[in-house]
């Protein structure tokens, strides 16, 4: 099939047997690859109800036809399963070079079912696919873990691994990958953990077949000139993501100190330039991507190596904890990714720690003797230890802020920064409609990644509640995710703001069929469906109220910072709801109306 | 003429490898292409680029001359004409002339095409002249 590896490798680790069978034609048609099989699996395969770390739950890893293509940024991988984190949908997308090499290896998707009943590692070498015995590797660190591989095996052979946070079921344990990329959100790790797979190390050697090489190469090359003749391309290649904090810091979007403000007063230290200057050593690029947002960095004062911290990070475990040190914060990244454990809901659940001890809410005597005050460097480090071994008070904030705030109660869920169990990435939202809304109807919890609408709150006025607003979000959350889809990455449209009608001939030349943006979105509309259809059925009652975000946003107006004094009410929230519902075709309590589901054609896919 | 490579500016992406084994072989498959990136990782964190300098130390010792010249003085594999002996691999000073029998059935090397050039984003790539001791 052209623009496929043609196969799909599932992994019955309860059985420890491996079968291929063929990508089917039908499926890669309606959902073209990387999260659209995720959700397409996900919803056939795995029975209502699934226990998330159980044997029936299933991680669907999957490439796209762009992936390992001479497409700009064809190297984003889509891990889907049943989320330890919030018992509904979770799609994580690492980049890197894995997603490249499953292609080479001649598979779209790899589904691994069931439980081992001891640690292994998947090995794939081509056609030769096998479990091995991974008793050395169980309870070692994730870089350990991938050099281990590439020094036996050497450089051509990818590596996605977790780490101790996987092993212990962290319910936001990530998966690493190519030191320091990772499938991060959600708890992919954990499920991987779950089912006792320490590693997946692929190697392969095959060509993906085209529908139509000269047109496939031309426009190959056109999307490259593209992002070479961009304007932004070497600022935005100087410093990757980092590039925001001053931004965000500016208009009051950086989380600063549990999300209390959204400017940091000791913010400068942490922005892009200075970053750059004290530690950044490369550009470390994901595969085929020629504006590469990796800073790789050299932390003289830890004696370290890091790929990072990227802007989310910087904004977690940085302002939001009040420590203003990019080397502290490079260190705290470089902690999290060989323990496996996600940097954006750690951090979260460290600020969220540390506005309880400040609040007197949490003593020392529930910290494990730690003084966790805002800023204490020390005590962040051993904090996303103790997490990750689910140790002391790092059991508790290893269940992620929802859970943990119901448990201490006292008002602290009120702090508890997350929308559908998932913690919020770092935007701010106080007085940013558009984003809020999109952190609300995001279809993972409260991430940034489907629908980045600040920049749209600022362009037409934050504090808007229109229709207009609404629209954007709506056809972000249809579109942005379709690079995921496709296998690649979205920031060459995003921030080299090339041209989307570009990847349309490359598109049809590798696969043979002609999609336009408007049936690609319409995919993305289809699928953003979907997802929301997977909610109701794992979640009985599943409506409006999972849709709240953190009351800090309609409560609790930033006390300083560019949005001191703002808030979006409560009344807004609602009509942004009511609006939101309204233009997705869904009931006023976020359900998807019958004709809804008919008019998409999915009522074949839920049946 | 030949390709030059700053290593310091690479960043490890890989889309000159895809370029490569396109113009070489017309497939997506960078295990086919002629440039060697090995990443140096956790440390030193570098990556170390291989390139050839058409030094033509290849041609000299292909028994069935199947390495030529072409006009710009890049040397190529008229694959027709390799036997696949590999006396050309342990020659080649910069370790970029391949024989990989299960994946080809002829030598390849950089025919100095120039596509890697023109999709590397950091400009880590470029053709010139070739610099002489003298120069």
């Known amino acids: 099939m052209n623009g496929y590896g043609g196969s799909i490798l599932r992994v019955n680790l309860t059985n420890g047997t491996v079968a291929k069978e063929p990508t089917p034609a039908e499926v890669a048609r309606d959902f073209i690859g990387g999260r659209g099989f995720g959700i397409y699996f996900l919803l056939k395969e795995v029975p209502k109800g699934a226990d998330p770390l159980g044997p029936d739950n299933k991680l669907i890893i999957s490439s796209g036809p762009i992936s390992g293509m001479l497409i700009p940024g064809g190297g984003k991988c889509d891990w889907t399963t049943k989320a330890p984190l919030t018992g509904g949908y979770a799609s994580a997308s690492m980049g890197g070079h894995f997603t490249a090499e499953m292609r080479y290896a001649g598979l779209d998707s790899i589904i691994l079912e069931g439980i081992s009943p001891k640690p292994v590692y998947l090995f794939i070498d081509d056609d030769k696919v096998e479990l091995r015995d991974a008793a050395d590797l169980w309870g070692k660190a994730t870089f350990a873990v991938e050099k281990q591989f590439k020094e036996k095996l050497g450089e051509e052979y990818q590596v996605a691994v977790i780490g101790i946070g996987g092993e212990n079921l962290v319910p936001y344990a990530c998966i690493n990958h190519d030191y320091g990329r990772q499938a991060g959100r959600g708890g992919v790790g954990a499920v991987m953990g779950s089912k006792k797979v320490k590693a997946i190390v692929l190697h392969g050697t095959k060509s993906v077949p085209v529908a139509d090489k000269d047109a496939y190469r031309t426009g190959g090359m056109a999307l490259y000139k593209a992002c070479k003749d961009a304007e932004g391309l070497k600022e935005w290649t100087r410093y990757g993501t980092t590039i925001v904090v001053s931004w965000c810091d500016e208009v009051g979007a950086l989380p600063t100190r549990n999300f209390s403000a959204g400017s940091y007063e000791d913010g400068k230290n942490l922005y892009g330039p200075v970053m750059r200057e004290k530690i950044v050593i490369t550009d470390k690029g994901c595969f085929g991507c020629p504006s590469p947002c990796g800073k790789y960095s050299r932390n003289k004062k830890y004696n370290s190596y890091v790929e990072g911290p990227e802007y989310e990070t910087i904004g977690l475990m940085g302002s939001n904890l009040g420590i203003d040190d990019i080397e502290a914060v490079a260190q705290a990244n470089l902690l999290c990714d060989d323990l496996g454990i996600d940097t954006i809901s750690a951090g979260n659940a460290i600020g969220w720690a540390m506005e309880c001890y400040e609040k007197g809410i949490l003593t020392k005597k529930d910290t494990d003797g730690l003084d966790l005050k805002f800023g204490n460097v020390e005590a962040t480090f051993m904090l996303i230890d103790k997490i990750a071994h689910r140790e002391g008070i790092g059991a508790l904030l290893a269940e992620g802020v929802k859970r943990a705030a119901k448990k201490v109660g006292k008002g602290s869920e009120k702090f508890a920064i997350q929308v559908k169990g998932m913690e919020q990435s770092a935007y701010a939202t106080h007085n940013a409609t558009a984003m809020l809304l999109a952190y609300m109807t995001c279809d993972v919890g409260a991430h940034h990644n489907r629908s980045w609408a600040i920049t749209y709150d600022l362009q037409v006025g934050r504090e808007k509640v229109v229709p207009e607003k609404v629209a954007r979000v709506i056809w972000l959350q249809n579109f942005r995710p379709m690079f995921d889809v496709l296998g690649g990455c979205r920031l060459q449209w995003v921030e080299l703001g090339i041209d989307r009608d570009l990847y349309v001939p490359a598109l049809e030349a590798i696969t043979g069929i002609h999609r336009s943006w408007e049936d690609l979105d319409k995919v993305g509309e289809r699928i953003w469906n979907l997802t929301r259809l997977y909610w109701m059925r794992e979640n009985e009652g599943f409506g409006r109220e999972w849709d709240l975000p953190s009351p800090r946003f309609y409560e609790e107006p930033p006390k300083s910072g560019a949005t001191k004094g703002q808030i979006t009410s409560f009344e807004d929230v609602n009509t942004l709801l009511d609006m939101y519902y309204e233009q997705r075709g869904w009931t006023s309590d976020g359900q998807p109306k019958p004709e809804t589901i008919e008019s998409l054609g999915l009522k074949s896919v839920v049946a | ?135």
């Open chain 2, 1 to 135: 003429m030949r390709l030059y490579v700053d290593s310091a500016k690479c960043s490890g992406c890989n889309a000159c490898r895809v370029a490569c084994s396109l113009n070489l072989f017309g497939e997506t498959n960078p295990k086919k292409s002629a440039l060697v990136i090995e990443p140096q990782f956790p440390a030193p964190g570098v990556y170390k680029v291989s390139v050839c300098t058409q030094c033509g130390d290849c041609a000299a010792v292909c028994p069935t001359e199947a390495i030529k010249k072409d006009e710009q003085g890049a040397y190529y594999v008229e694959f027709a004409e390799c036997n696949l002996c590999e006396a050309c691999v342990p020659e080649c000073p910069e370790e970029v002339m391949f024989v990989r029998s299960k994946l080809a059935d002829t030598a390849w090397k950089c025919d100095l095409c120039g596509d890697c050039v023109a999709v590397c984003g950091t400009s880590a790539l470029w053709i010139a002249e070739i610099e002489t001791a003298a120069a």
